[in-house]
């Protein structure tokens, strides 16, 4: 299969006062032609810098420090400003987690999505109009033509999110990053809004990269998982399999850790310890104080991601959790 | 454990009033919390759900006397919290404390960890300098921080640390109901179970009560003994726990058990709501819910249902339920 979006070797560094952190560490992973994958991690585990480096939207201080991102084989990574913004919006679009820092206040929603139009494609402001109302019907906002003509804050925090969603698909983008998307909303809203993400993809074939800390959200969705700690990857697996047989301590504390509506236990087994900062991160494997399996060999060197079939880990104890 | 409640609220009502512009002649008023009751018992854990403007923060802030009621009851240990003003208020406040959900923003960033585990003991003139500080290295100890925490400032702790801090300044008076208002929402997964499992630590050690506040029905699930459900500031259905996620029995409580993803591949059939929760300054005459409720028929837009007691602790109020019969069924009405 030939990726949408390949992504190789990828290291996102940041300036700090206490030297430059790596907040993404050689990273690799493809993305097909309308797949849905998903990206887990806790706060400073790389997910949305990920994201953001994709888009072509890491600023100062942070910086590619290296690797390699291909979207349709066109290398992205050392693309002029002027050639990224092309793409950006017409070939791949990006929803936030909150809609309001991402529109703009003082223009009505329908002008917004508009003007993401005519940027890309040579039509009038007319059709351009026109097919802004067509597009918040189709993320189901009701009476389109009016809504059109509301300002962001005239909205609801669900209701700005389909609007974010229409304006991101206005020039049906191969991919679509969702960072978050329904984080800030109420679980019956989040339930509409990834129907809707769910049905887009269907109807318009879009691949979907979905980062959220939510495995929930992953489980019932995603064709496929990778799993991220302080900047890298540590596993990658088709859903099923994950959530069947996580291989990574990692991915299985993560998954053991999160109450379950149907299923109560006395005592949550919780993963002891904090993630590690990105400035003083242990030696060895970044999960090693955390880990329970941990042994001394695991302080000497950071375990690379070894791949079997179409799982990959990074655990040095890979083979025996694989066999066990 | 029903026998003597240690706080029981009844009728409990706030009301906003809302203005355009500080001069103006009140434009609306929102009913925040309208005629709510709870009870719990001590030890217990009530958890207590809704989306965001449902009531459940006023609920929380109404308790622990943030903020005065404009009607209703509230008891504790069968005294009159209303009643209460100057120093008996303040008694009686050592024995509702709170914990807030963003720890970062309740913690005053000048002040080291021992200043604000101690400043709870100060106001209320207990023990000596001394003895305070034994005090603090005691709550540490049970919180799960460590001594030479003591002497550090809140931005020198992680979010988990700083959750563990607001506990043990919670704990300082030796309360006997703590209101945690989304106590856990804003750690990461794997640090949120090591609080919640703290909460329920101390509950068995000091046989605490909580009302856990939160949004997350699978910690909610996980925490409480009984559970209230509200909606646009109503309590809409109230149960133990098991009863409530085994069979709930409103409407909107189906739909809000059946929105949690589950984390297990492929999920189960889901009952997505259309629209989102409406205006509070004008709430739906009749049931609140009937604007979203895809069961909703003719006697809901016009009469407010009462709740229904269905046994064992367990009432709803839907104009559908009726006791003994089994909940309204709202399969096979999904929206796609």
């Known amino acids: 299969m030939s990726a949408l979006l390949a992504v190789r070797d990828l290291t996102v ?129 009701p009476a389109p033509a009016e809504r059109a003509r509301a300002y962001p804050q005239q909205m609801s925090g669900g209701m700005r999110q389909r609007a974010m969603i229409a304006m991101a698909i206005a020039c049906s983008p191969a991919l679509l990053i969702a960072d978050e998307p329904t984080t800030a909303l ?26 959220t800390h939510d495995l929930g959200l992953v489980a019932e969705q995603a064709d496929r998982v990778l799993v991220m700690y302080a900047g890298r990857m540590v596993e990658e697996a088709p859903t099923a399999s994950l959530f069947a047989r996580p291989l990574h301590p990692y991915s299985a504390g993560l998954l053991d850790s999160i ?33 329970r399996f941990a042994e001394p060999a695991c302080t000497t060197a950071d375990p690379p991601l070894r791949r079997f079939g179409v799982r990959a880990t990074a655990c040095r104890r890979d083979l025996d959790l694989a066999r066990a | 454990m029903s026998d003597a409640p240690l706080l029981v609220a009844r009728g409990l009502t706030r009301h906003f009033t809302v203005r355009r512009h500080p001069f103006a002649r009140a434009s609306g008023v929102v009913r925040a919390v309208d005629n709510v009751d709870l009870t719990i018992a001590p030890g217990e854990t009530l958890g207590l759900v809704g989306e965001s403007g449902c009531g459940k923060s006023t609920v929380a802030r109404l308790i622990v006397r943030l903020i005065a009621p404009t009607g209703g009851t509230l008891l504790f ?31 005053d960033p000048r002040h080291t960890a021992e ?24 709550l540490f100890a049970r919180v799960g921080l460590r ?46 179970a090591q609080v919640v499992n703290l909460f329920k630590q101390l509950q068995r050690e000091l046989g605490l009560a909580y009302l856990f506040i939160a949004h997350d029905l699978s910690v909610v699930r996980h925490l409480s003994d009984r559970v209230a459900v509200m909606y646009l500031g109503e309590v809409v259905e109230t149960a133990s726990a098991d009863a409530l ?42 049931c609140r819910f009937h604007t979203r409720c895809p069961l909703a028929f003719g006697r809901c837009r016009v009469e407010a249902p009462a709740s229904v007691d269905l046994g064992g602790g367990h009432s709803a109020a839907c104009h559908l339920v009726t006791k003994g019969a089994p909940a309204p069924s709202l399969r096979r009405t999904d929206h796609a």
């Open chain 1, 13 to 141: 560094t940041f300036e700090t006062t206490a030297g430059a952190v790596a907040a993404v560490d050689a990273l690799s992973f493809d993305i097909g032609p309308g797949e849905f994958l998903g990206i887990v991690g806790e706060s400073g585990s790389g997910k949305s810098v990920t994201a953001l480096a994709a888009m072509g939207l890491v600023v100062a201080p942070g910086r590619i420090a290296q690797g390699s991102i291909r979207l349709g084989g066109e290398e992205l990574v050392g693309l002029p400003e002027r050639s990224m913004r092309r793409i950006r919006g017409r070939r791949m679009a990006m929803v936030f987690q909150e809609p309001m820092a991402s529109l703009n206040p003082v223009m009505r929603i329908g002008d917004q999505i508009a003007e993401a139009i005519r940027w890309h494609e040579d039509v009038s402001a007319r059709a351009a109009a026109a097919r802004a109302v067509d597009l918040l019907g189709t993320v189901g906002i």
């Open chain 2, 147 to 192: 001594p030479e925490h003591l002497r550090r400032y809140p931005h020198e702790f992680s979010g988990g640390q700083r959750q563990r801090l607001g506990i043990a300044r919670a704990l300082a008076l030796k309360p006997r109901l703590i209101v945690c208002d989304e106590a856990v929402s804003a750690l990461d997964v794997s640090v949120q």
């Open chain 1, 186 to 211: 109420d679980v019956t809203v989040q339930a509409q809004i990834m129907d809707l993400l769910r049905s887009l993809r269907e109807r318009f074939g879009m691949a979907l990269l979905l980062i």
């Open chain 2, 115 to 138: 200043e604000i585990v101690t400043e709870p003991l100060e106001i209320h003139a207990i023990g000596t300098r001394t003895t305070r500080r034994e005090r603090a290295e005691e």
């Open chain 1, 259 to 291: 109450p379950d509506i149907e299923i109560r236990r006395p005592v949550l087994p919780a993963i002891e310890g904090v993630v590690p900062s990105l400035s003083a991160l242990p030696p060895g494997c970044r999960f090693g104080p955390r880990c």
């Open chain 2, 245 to 286: 996620f085994a069979s709930p029995h409103h409407p909107y409580t189906q739909s809000l058990l059946s929105a949690v993803p589950r984390h297990v591949p492929g999920g189960r059939p889901r009952i997505v709501l259309a629209g989102e929760v409406p205006n509070p300054l004008a709430p739906p005459p009749g």
């Open chain 2, 77 to 107: 240990d069968g005294e009159d919290l209303l009643a209460l003003s100057g120093q008996a208020l303040r008694r009686r406040r050592a024995d509702i404390q709170m914990v807030f959900q963003d720890p970062a923003g309740a913690l």
